[in-house]
């Protein structure tokens, strides 16, 4: 059975979440884990998943789309974040190995797309004195959202038992 990491968030604390609390989903295990976080945390004064929608124009269409923006949140002090929770690997331009491949224009036409809405996210934030921000693995373990995993430890194979060589 394979593993799935989507799926519905119980709300802990309804009164800290912006926006409807039955709806909550998380796309990610990053995201329930930082819906872990946030939820109860006495830093934040309200936080929401994918409440905040930003409009954006795809280059590759030439058409205005939406982008539900992974997390908004605001902390105690005042400030405002809007937050996207991205593996570092889809944060910089793909290596293509083989330009044409079907792989790797998906790829291109994805981050093609990633820029487009994280520029529209951004210019949203900056022109209403919030900040957007791009929460990678990093991150997550620098807030100490994510805990560090210890390499796995392959189990070693038995030893073949010893025979002892017949002499002719």
């Known amino acids: 059975m394979a593993k799935t ?8 604390y309804p009164e800290m979440y912006k926006g409807d609390v039955n709806t909550v ?3 990610s295990n990053w995201e329930k884990q930082c819906f872990l976080w946030l939820d109860g945390n006495s830093q934040v004064e309200w936080w929401a998943s994918e409440e ?8 590759v269409d030439k058409k205005m ?14 400030k405002l974040m809007l937050i996207e929770v991205k593996p570092k690997r889809q944060t ?4 293509t190995k083989k330009p044409k491949s079907k792989r790797s224009l998906n790829e ?3 981050w093609i797309m990633n820029c487009n809405k994280w520029e529209a996210a951004d210019k949203i934030a900056k022109d209403n004195g919030w900040e957007f921000v791009i929460w990678t693995e990093d991150e997550l373990k620098r807030f100490g959202i994510l805990k560090e995993q210890p390499g796995k ?4 194979k ?3 038992p010893y025979r002892k060589k017949k002499s002719t």
């Open 5 to 12: 990491y989507q799926g519905k968030y119980r709300v802990k």
């Open 25 to 27: 989903e998380y796309r």
């Open 52 to 59: 905040f929608v930003v409009p954006y124009y795809y280059d």
């Open 65 to 78: 789309h939406r982008y539900f923006v992974d997390l908004s949140i605001k902390w105690k002090n005042g």
């Open 92 to 95: 910089v331009p793909p290596k």
């Open 108 to 110: 291109a036409y994805t």
């Open 153 to 156: 430890i392959k189990k070693l």
């Open 158 to 160: 038995p030893m073949r």
